[in-house]
């Protein structure tokens, strides 16, 4: 599904070159649960931005489906995210005034519906979205909580209002970044769960980045990272 071929990251700071991929290459399939692991600075957080399509390599090609995402306009790579890609973050990263619904119902409002064929599809009417949203935020089990606004609800609450805004467009991969990092251990062991419920009952791949064995211990493969390298890359 993702493949990365001899890529590598370098970041110029001042006169300073920081290299911050040397030469990756890895093959994501469909269904895997991955979890990154590394020491702080070894190139987690590069990676998985490359993965998601957030930023580009130095050099090295990155395959979406077998296509060349190089080949991509920025168009084409909004949508591709958009339509493909699902992001939950440490920080939840809500909007403070926004309810749950209309948190998850925000990335509706850029999507298209998919269709066979060349070209995008019509935009999803309102009514799809909140329904669509209702749905997602029932699947994560807030669904008598979706007039409450972020101030309202608990770190695990809002974790779980990021996942379903992540799953509303039905993607086929989510990237995770320290998931549980602001949680406490009952919140983050839900929130664990909850993955491994959507991983098996869903077939969504997971890409995890944590520092956590406990957490890397769930998926079925782990890949360990140093110096901008992968080190090590275990199979369940």
């Not at 409450?148 to 970044?177: C, F, K, M, T, Y």
């Given at each position: 599904m993702i493949e990365l071929r001899d890529v590598r990251k370098v970041y110029l700071l001042g006169e300073v070159e920081v290299h911050a991929l040397r030469g990756v290459d890895l093959r994501i399939e469909d269904g895997e649960k991955v979890?990154?692991?590394?020491?702080?600075?070894?190139?987690?957080?590069?990676?998985?931005?490359?993965?998601?399509?957030?930023?580009?390599?130095?050099?090295?090609?990155i395959t979406l489906d077998g296509r060349e995402v190089s080949e991509l306009g920025e168009d084409e790579l909004a949508s591709a995210r958009n339509a493909r890609i699902g992001f939950v973050f440490q920080t939840f990263q809500l909007l403070p005034r926004l309810s749950a619904l209309r948190q998850v119902m925000l990335p509706l409002q850029y999507a298209r519906r998919r269709r066979n064929g060349s070209g995008p599809g019509a935009r999803v009417p309102r009514a799809e979205r909140e329904a669509r949203a209702r749905q997602a935020l029932i699947d994560v089990g807030l669904g008598d909580?979706?007039?409450?606004?972020?101030?309202?609800?608990?770190?695990?609450?809002?974790?779980?209002?990021?996942?379903?805004?992540?799953?509303?467009?039905?993607?086929?991969?989510?990237?995770?970044?320290?998931?549980?990092?602001?949680l406490d251990s009952v919140s983050g062991a839900e929130i664990l769960k909850l993955f491994?419920?959507?991983?098996?009952?869903?077939?969504?791949?997971?890409?995890?980045?944590?520092?956590?064995?406990?957490?890397?211990?769930?998926?079925?493969?782990?890949?360990?990272?140093?110096?901008?390298?992968?080190?090590?890359?275990e199979r369940a």
């Open positions: 979890a990154i692991m590394g020491p702080s600075g070894c190139g987690k957080s590069t990676m998985m931005n490359l993965i998601g399509l957030l930023d580009t390599p130095s050099s090295g090609l909580r979706m007039a409450h606004d972020p101030s309202e609800l608990s770190g695990g609450q809002r974790q779980r209002v990021a996942i379903a805004r992540a799953l509303v467009n039905e993607p086929s991969i989510v990237l995770a970044d320290e998931p549980t990092g602001n491994d419920a959507l991983h098996v009952e869903r077939g969504i791949t997971f890409v995890t980045v944590t520092h956590d064995e406990a957490i890397a211990e769930r998926a079925t493969r782990i890949l360990r990272m140093f110096d901008g390298r992968i080190v090590a890359d």
